[in-house]
């Protein structure tokens, strides 16, 4: 069986971001593994455990985008792809997905691609739906267990409403939820094999196809305006009393 | 000079950092508050690898270097000192010991083991009456036909209660003109016959760990349990004390930085007079001086890790770096109760437990007054290391990482 993990490198959650000149920027704050694709490469190597399958970790990025390859490297996948390519800049989800999907197709043979929920810095999470899309692949989000039943992909999938069993065929898109479970530990025999790995790049031309055009901009990135907030707590002699003195106040200053 | 971690390095440390802050600090207060090792830390490291982190997969290690031993060391004491302390006598007193003295027969018995975290490990040297003073061990290891017969007790020792082996000094003959060279060491394991243990409770700090004693009646062991030759014990222990004290070094480093974090935390939190307390320079003070500290204290040790992997002598270094991190915790321990007022004298907040600990690491593995003893000694010429028969296995990635 062959898996494909899709992650993205992004500014560390702890990073103070602000809109400099138009551009976001976060400081010398590490760039690390998007927490979420880490549970999407949890979710793959689990499935790679109960099945004896081959796992690929890929991710759409510039050269220091290995350094998240690496970490998925030494969490146990097998090996590592970067598509790098200048004519990349400025993608949207959209492009990045035909590219991921087009990553996919040169691979071969591939039965499942895994996705995290969504990246912490576009926030988009809607790649993985966009890249299955393209292949003309079922997406099932959302899972929080993942089984194989013979040639079925069963998973169990987190929404608001409760939770929802689904089964599809193979190929299929699985984006992945926390509730997969707590992503593994990189090892450090994994750490040994990651930093030494050799990780190929592969550009459009590798691929076969020119750069989508975004169909989303972003012409200009500002930090919202500086708020001064003044705190009033409201006092009283009972909860009754604060409630009502509450309400008076609200009524007053018509917020409501 | 390239002072940039590998990547290896660097990737091992955030490991470590993980399990540490995810799966111990949530827990480790309750853990100080009564006075108990958390059963599952011990398996947990095993686990993970990091019992066995620097040394090579042949022997079951993990095939990291020195240095990623001392960067584990800094982050499992940046989350409480009782966790490096694990690192410290398994790996520092003891598998360091194996690797460096004992035979390629006595490695695949004990230190392959060790290394997976199948048995744990300690170190037996100081004794109720012999502590600094090394050349008044009492114990007695008595040569009858193919085995030895030990006697004696051991104080102080970490994981007493909780390891396998214990690599235990011994005099194996009370004529010597230099009573140094009539010790010398084994392995024990402590489920032979006539072994008692227990746990030492009420120390000041240190709670969250495991600390007792081991007496010895009349226990048997086999000749092929004592590590190099007969009146090598002292130079053994101290190659063993050369390892520890960089483990030492290194946590006590971690220390310093978890001071200096929740001191800014604490300051850019903390109102009085109308602002954060960081604003006020005495404050800033503190907050400079433990900053001064860590970045020194982490050269210190880094230089030290750096000679292993070379295969250099390093005695004084590692000395040196021990003396000044544990001070220099000790001192950002307090500064950082003071940052915090009231609060840092409720155990609340951490930076208490950080100073019970700290004055922990001032006294064991070689007391500061010991260690300046030491400085002093090369400085004025009085003292130099001699080559030892068997020296610590330079760092070797080639060799180590295969099987």
């Known amino acids: 069986m062959n898996i494909v993990v899709c992650v993205k490198q992004v500014p560390d959650s702890a990073a103070k971001v602000v809109a400099e000149g138009g551009k976001v920027i976060w400081g010398d704050a590490p760039l690390v593994l998007n927490p979420w694709d880490e549970f999407a490469v949890e979710a793959a190597l689990m499935l790679q455990e109960a099945t004896d399958a081959e796992v690929t970790v890929i991710s759409v990025g510039g050269e220091s985008a290995k350094e998240a390859l690496k970490t998925a490297l030494a969490m146990g996948c097998g090996q590592a792809i970067l598509i790098s390519d200048p004519a990349l800049e400025g993608a949207d989800s959209r492009a990045v997905a035909q590219v991921l999907a087009a990553a996919i197709q040169k691979i071969g043979n591939v039965d499942v691609a895994f996705f995290g929920k969504q990246a912490i810095d576009g926030d988009m999470g809607v790649t993985g739906a966009q890249t299955g899309r393209f292949l003309g692949w079922p997406v099932l989000s959302l899972a929080s267990t993942i089984k194989l039943e013979g040639d079925k992909l069963v998973i169990e999938r987190s929404i608001e409403e409760g939770r929802q069993i689904v089964e599809s065929s193979l190929p299929a898109v699985v984006s992945v939820s926390k509730d997969i479970g707590e992503p593994r530990y990189p090892s450090f025999m994994g750490i040994r094999k990651a930093s030494r790995a050799n990780i190929p790049v592969w550009t459009l031309a590798d691929l076969g196809i ?5 169909l989303v901009r972003w012409p200009d990135v500002v930090n919202p305006p500086a708020r001064e907030v003044k705190t009033e707590i409201i006092t009283g002699d009972s909860p009754q009393q604060i409630a009502e003195q509450l309400a008076d106040k609200i009524m007053e200053e018509k917020v409501l | 000079m390239d002072f940039t971690l590998t ?9 470590v950092r993980e399990f540490a802050q995810k799966e111990v600090a949530p827990i480790i207060k309750q853990q100080d508050r009564d006075q108990q090792m958390a059963p599952f830390i011990l398996s947990r490291m095993g686990e993970l690898g990091i019992l066995g982190i620097c040394l090579p997969v042949r022997y079951g290690g993990q095939g990291m270097d020195y240095i990623a031993l001392g960067l584990a060391c800094e982050e499992l004491e940046a989350v409480d000192s009782t966790l490096r302390v694990v690192l410290s006598v398994h790996i520092g007193l003891n598998s360091l010991g194996l690797f460096q003295w004992a035979s390629e027969e006595q490695k695949q018995r004990f230190l392959t083991a060790q290394a997976r975290g199948e048995k744990i490990a300690c170190f037996g040297l100081t004794e109720p009456g012999a502590g600094s003073d090394v050349a008044a061990i009492r114990s007695s290891a ?12 051991k104080m102080w020792i970490s994981l007493a209660t909780k390891a396998d082996h214990c690599l235990w000094i011994a005099r194996t003959d009370p004529e010597t003109a230099d009573p140094h060279d009539g010790l010398s060491a084994f392995i024990v394991e402590l489920d032979r016959p ?31 349990n004592r590590i190099g030759m007969e009146g090598e014990g002292f130079k053994i222990a101290m190659s063993c004390l050369d390892n520890g004290r960089y ?10 930085r978890a ?28 907050i400079a001086y433990m900053v001064q500290s860590y970045d020194a204290a982490r050269l210190l040790y880094l230089r ?58 001032v006294i064991y593995e070689g007391t500061s007054e010991i260690h300046q003893l030491m400085q002093a000694a090369y400085a004025l010429g009085y003292r130099e290391d001699a080559s030892l028969r068997c020296e610590l296995p330079a760092y070797d990635p080639q060799v180590w990482q295969t099987d």
């Open chain 1, 210 to 214: 020119n750069a989508p055009t975004p």
């Open chain 2, 7 to 15: 990547e290896e390095q660097r990737m091992a440390q955030q490991m």
């Open chain 2, 142 to 153: 008595r040569r009858e036909g193919a085995e030895y017969v030990l006697n004696g007790e």
């Open chain 2, 194 to 224: 006539g072994v008692r243990r227990g746990d030492l409770h009420g120390k000041l700090g240190m709670r969250a760990g495991s600390t007792g004693w081991i007496a010895l009646q009349d226990v048997r062991i086999p000749l092929e």
């Open chain 2, 247 to 256: 483990t030492v070094a290194a946590g006590a480093t971690g220390l310093i």
């Open chain 2, 259 to 286: 001071c200096l974090e929740a001191s800014v935390r604490y300051a850019n939190e903390r109102q009085a007079f109308g602002r954060p307390i960081g604003r006020f320079q005495l404050i800033q003070q503190k």
């Open chain 2, 304 to 361: 030290a890790g750096w000679m292993k992997n070379q295969g250099l002598r390093n005695t004084r270094e590692t000395s040196l770096a021990k003396w000044f991190a544990t001070e220099a915790s000790f001192q950002a321990a307090s500064e950082a109760v003071q940052i915090h007022g009231a609060y840092g004298y409720s155990d609340e907040y951490d930076v208490e437990r950080f100073l019970r600990n700290a004055k922990g690491a």
